[in-house]
């Protein structure tokens, strides 16, 4: 944890109710749990003054607290598949300030992110500290240009969802980018009503080798390669 007090925290949602990978969070990744990877970068960035895991689960509460962040066990009644994540992060900003812990900032990061790198979590807070901006999140290129995509139809065929650039050259397209799935900073001090991915908000862009949401098997095992292919380079 920093020295001094930056008035920042880290809340790292992770359920233990995973059906698709069982025990998705604190499954074994290179000799760690999962979650692991998370804590550490944050760790590593020097700018959290706590690091909370909140959590339905015991065993999972002890691994968070085995690599240095605090557990926190969520009430039964947002610890179901239906509940978001912002009613999740928001009873945890409601402990907080029940024990009169007041931040100016906190983030929230994806407990699925072993390829998070804590350079963009820095950066993260340093532009959103000096913007008018409300969020600041991690956002990673499209690998072509959505505007040549097309959809399979009922009838097994294609259909494009803008024909009008079926012969437009993509790299005449203008360039999309998506959600990368692993942080998300929130300034406290402002409000906004509009999305995360709206006017209020700062990307961070995120290279495309560094951004691997897992949510199936087969996104386990192309992190499981880009984790190796990242290690063995560096």
């Known amino acids: ?29 290179f000799g760690k749990p999962l979650i692991a990877y998370s804590i550490e970068a944050a760790l590593k960035s020097k700018l959290f003054d706590k690091i909370i895991v909140t959590t339905d689960d015991e065993e999972i509460m002890r691994v968070a607290e085995y690599y240095g962040a605090q557990p926190y066990k969520r009430p039964d009644n947002i610890a179901d598949d239906f509940t978001s994540t912002q009613p999740v992060i928001d009873d945890v900003l409601e402990y907080l300030k029940h024990n009169n812990e007041q931040y100016n900032y906190y983030c929230t990061i994806y407990a699925t992110a072993p390829l998070l790198q804590e350079k963009y979590l820095i950066e993260g807070f340093k532009k959103l500290e000096n913007s008018e901006a409300v969020n600041a999140f991690s956002v990673t290129s499209m690998p072509f240009p959505i505007k040549r995509t097309f959809k399979i139809t009922q009838n097994n065929t294609c259909e494009m969802f803008w024909p009008e650039h079926a012969l437009t050259r993509s790299q005449d397209l203008e360039e999309a980018y998506q959600d990368a799935g692993q942080f998300y900073w929130t300034n406290l001090k402002k409000e906004s009503n509009e999305i995360m991915f709206g006017k ?12 691997q949401d897992i949510d199936t098997l087969e996104d386990w095992e192309r992190a499981e390669v880009l984790y190796q292919v990242i290690n063995k380079k560096s």
Request: positive net charge; proline residues 12%.
């Open 1 to 29: 944890m920093p020295n001094h007090k930056t008035n920042c925290i880290a809340i790292i949602p992770a359920r233990g109710g995973s059906k698709r990978i069982p025990k998705k969070n604190i499954k074994d990744f």
């Open 200 to 211: 209020d908000s700062i990307p961070i862009i995120i290279p495309r080798h560094l951004a």
